[in-house]
């Protein structure tokens, strides 16, 4: 996976556009956006407020380690980056808030990570069928060849079977008439 595809990744899982994160990293949209379409890599201008964000550095350059540093998660919303040393959403002081909501997106985190083992395992399940599926086709049309030469053989054998019963009909038919 490329940072290209990972800012992707923190996008869709943040539920932020392109432009709220250019606005947030105080960038421009046209240069923040190049980076996501792997057009060019994320400056310190950029990486920077990312890791002041909670995005991990390394799983972000090089696809080391988790999303979010220890600690963080995008709240419900979006937008508010939750520690669990400290709430960063100036509308909202109350710590018991934080617990709830760093529970809840622990719910859905392991909700997410469970469906995305289930899917990979019906991946590989269907991936296995459609091999048996395309093994199967292929002796299929194998076989199909097997006997359209066994029929070819057999009527030529036929055929050989049909005139040595003629020439010996013909050589009975001589013998009776002498």
Not at 117 to 122: A, I
Request: no cysteine; proline share 2%.
């Amino acid at each position: 996976m490329s940072i290209s595809e990972r800012l992707k990744l923190y996008l869709f899982y943040s539920k932020k556009n392109v432009t709220q994160l250019a606005d947030e990293l105080g960038v421009t949209q046209s240069a923040f956006n190049r980076i996501v379409k792997g057009d060019g890599l994320p400056s310190s201008k950029v990486l920077t407020p990312l890791a002041e964000m909670g995005i991990n550095i390394n799983w972000l350059l090089i696809g080391a380690g988790e999303m979010m540093q220890e600690g963080y998660q995008p709240n419900k919303d979006g937008n508010t980056i939750i520690n669990n040393s400290k709430l960063t959403n100036s509308n909202n002081t109350n710590t018991g808030d934080n617990t709830v909501i760093q529970s809840e997106n622990d719910s859905k985190l392991k909700e997410l990570k469970a469906e995305i083992k289930s899917l990979k395992v019906e991946i590989k399940s269907l991936k296995k069928e459609i091999q048996i599926e395309q093994t199967a086709n292929q002796l299929l049309r194998e076989s199909k060849l097997i006997l359209e030469e066994s029929k070819s053989v057999l009527e030529g054998n036929i055929a050989t079977l049909e005139n040595q019963i003629k020439d010996k009909e013909m050589i009975i038919s001589l013998l009776q008439g002498k």
